[in-house]
């Protein structure tokens, strides 16, 4: 090896070299966030609850629907009024309808027009 003119081009003088460690797996912010975390629970006493809400939804302003009574096919119906009301996105989990923006006072105006007892909670 003391020859001037050779290039190395491989070598085990170096020994085991381990391998880099390989990357966390990208996960987005709703898989990371157990069922049912940052949702209030209904206290099942008849009445509309409308929370403001920024848990599980990475900061952005919801507004929470809690306390509806219905089947699954009425709360969706009941969702698609309000999302066409607002003229903004939302979706349903569990019982809890979850529209985009902070629409409380539009909605308590819509939801007791229906016919519902309603009450601005948290904030």
């Known amino acids: 090896m003391g020859d001037s003119n050779s290039r190395l081009v491989y070598s ?3 020994g085991r070299v381990r391998p880099p460690a390989a990357p966390a797996p990208r996960t987005s912010a709703r898989s ?3 069922a049912g975390d ?3 629970p209904d206290p099942g006493d008849g009445v509309v609850r409308l929370h403001r809400g920024k848990s599980a939804r990475g900061g952005k302003p919801g507004t929470l629907v809690v306390g509806l009574r219905g089947s699954d096919s009425e709360l969706d ?3 698609k009024r ?3 009301r607002m003229g903004t996105g939302g979706t349903r989990q569990g019982r809890v309808l979850i529209i ?13 027009a229906e016919g519902h007892r309603v009450k601005l909670a948290g904030g």
């Open 38 to 40: 940052g949702l209030p």
């Open 12 to 14: 085990s003088d170096g």
């Open 82 to 84: 309000c999302k066409q």
């Open 100 to 112: 985009q923006g902070d629409h409380r006072e539009q909605l308590r105006a819509l939801l007791e």
């Open 32 to 34: 990371r966030v157990p």
């Open 77 to 79: 119906a009941i969702l």
